[in-house]
């Protein structure tokens, strides 16, 4: 036996595991009610967090909803506000329940129920409630992935210099650059890179950014005039352009806002990117992977586990939605699989060629 004590797995000959998909759950409004009411009537906590994970019964390390993608609910009663803290993991955040202010990296975005915005990694951020009623967040965060990854690193009370980066000066000093430089070394693409350039590479900021409901749902109502033979979905996308080719809100997840109108039946689809929804008006049903789960407004929703078959319906009333998914992170892996209806092909988003809707012909 050797000394470092590992194993070796022959899988000589033999087919890759099948894939054993997590189950939708639907978490109700009223579980959602009763744990926030919980956390509003604890004692003050010490760093100010009020908050409970949202943990799928399939998950361990990570204590995902998915399992890439963290769910917490956040509490702060009137006047109460966190500690400071910092983390490598980055958050889009979604107010579902009054109102407030964030302050990220400096930058204090004041927010109301159902606006979004995100945390980027690393930025020291806070939140505080100066209204004169509850303030319930839901986050969701990569922290799921970094977990598992035994990689999660969270500072609380970070130093006040904490986001100190170098002086351009500093940046441009021709010391730190390497002589050498990156050079092709065949004719298809092939590239070497030195140390110098692996260890700093080119800074893209990342952005605190601030979608406010009013000014999106000025824009999504527009969709819901789209005729019924229109086979896309009525959505947008809350868009960062620091994630470029990637189509995320932060460079993990993408955040869309959804109307569904009354009685509207999407065309089965999948996807190797986990979806999770919260819906805060109007009702309806989804079936994935063959089981139908019915839902309401205030409902939270692990809609779509990875690659599993799904569609969604909604009742006699608009539906409204967030819907938070790891396309960005699958897109940046050369990951994303996905079958747009079950009668064509599946394509690698990113890499091939994508899709199309008949907007212009609906519209």
Not at 201 to 221: I, M, T
Request: hydrophobic share 35%.
């Amino acid at each position: 036996m050797s000394d470092s004590q590992v194993k070796f797995v022959d899988v000589t000959g033999q087919p890759a595991p099948g894939l054993n998909l997590w189950p939708s759950v639907v978490i109700a409004k009223e579980e959602i009610d009763a744990e926030v009411e919980r956390l509003a009537n604890l004692p003050p906590p010490i760093n100010g967090r009020r908050r409970s994970l949202v943990v799928h019964p399939m998950a361990d390390t990570g204590r995902g909803l998915a399992p890439g993608i963290q769910v917490s609910i956040d509490v702060l009663k009137p006047g109460e506000k966190t500690r400071p803290i910092r983390h490598n993991s980055s958050q889009v955040n979604f107010c579902i329940r009054g109102a407030g202010r964030s302050t990220v990296a400096g930058k204090d975005v004041v927010f109301s129920q159902y606006d979004v915005w995100n945390t980027p990694s690393m930025a020291v951020y806070q939140h505080f409630n100066d209204s004169g009623e509850l303030q319930v967040r839901l986050t969701y965060s990569n922290a799921a992935l970094l977990e598992k990854m035994n990689a999660h690193f969270v500072e609380d009370d970070p130093p006040a210099n904490a986001a100190e980066h170098l002086e351009a000066e500093d940046r441009d000093d021709p010391s730190r650059i390497s002589p050498f430089g990156t050079f092709p070394i065949s004719e298809d693409g092939a590239y070497l890179m030195p140390y110098e350039k692996l260890i700093n590479p080119d800074v893209l900021e990342s952005k605190s950014l601030h979608w406010p409901w009013r000014v999106v749902k000025e824009h999504l109502d527009k969709l819901a005039a789209l005729g019924s033979s229109y086979v896309g979905r009525r959505l947008y996308l809350l868009y960062n352009p620091v994630s470029g080719r990637t189509n995320g809100t932060t460079h993990s997840f993408f955040a869309t806002m959804t109307i569904r109108p009354p009685n509207i039946v999407d065309r089965p689809h999948r996807h190797a990117a986990a979806a999770i929804n919260y819906y805060f008006a109007g009702s309806g049903r989804s079936t994935v992977e063959g089981k139908i789960y019915r839902w309401k407004a205030g409902d939270l929703m692990l809609s779509a586990p990875g690659l599993a078959v799904h569609n969604h319906a909604s009742n006699d009333q608009p539906v409204y939605e967030l819907t938070i998914q790891d396309s960005p992170l699958n897109i940046a892996m050369d990951s994303l699989l996905w079958q747009e209806s079950l009668k064509g092909p599946m394509t690698l988003l990113g890499s091939h060629q994508g899709f199309e809707t008949n907007r212009v012909k609906a519209a």
